[in-house]
């Protein structure tokens, strides 16, 4: 089991934006129930998700794949995908798999918030 924690933050312009911060190892054992939480996010509650990695010390394959899958998500219903913090262990899986280069990454919680006007104004 995978603790999650979840905000819900609104932005100046007065668009929902879900943070969810997962807690520990997203790996083929969580990554699923990570999944289903940001299935759940982006179809009931806001389309708009960042996802918050500073307490995620380790990723795996699945864990990508549910981020990977959470983007789609998003893009299909137009939103957006952002995710922050990336823990210093796990960076490097983003970096060896290129999935730094697919993601939008932001150093901060704060940075990535600001980053969903922009991708709106399209």
């Known amino acids: 089991m995978i603790h999650i924690e979840q905000k819900t933050h609104t932005t100046k312009d007065g668009t929902t934006v879900i943070v969810l911060a997962p807690v520990g190892r997203l790996d083929i054992t969580t990554a699923w129930q990570f999944r289903l939480k940001l299935q759940e996010c982006i179809s009931k509650l806001s389309r708009h998700v960042i996802v918050n990695l500073s307490q995620v010390n380790f990723i795996d394959s699945s864990g990508l794949t549910s981020l990977v899958a959470?983007?789609?998500?998003?893009?299909?219903?137009?939103?957006?995908?952002?995710?922050?913090?990336?823990?210093?262990?796990?960076?490097?899986?983003?970096?060896?798999?290129?999935?730094?280069?697919?993601?939008?990454?932001?150093?901060?919680?704060?940075?990535?918030?600001?980053?969903?006007?922009?991708?709106?104004?399209?």
């Open 70 to 122: 959470g983007m789609r998500d998003a893009d299909k219903v137009k939103g957006s995908f952002r995710i922050c913090n990336v823990h210093p262990e796990a960076k490097l899986v983003f970096e060896v798999t290129m999935m730094d280069s697919v993601f939008e990454i932001f150093e901060t919680e704060e940075d990535a918030l600001e980053g969903v006007p922009r991708s709106m104004a399209t």
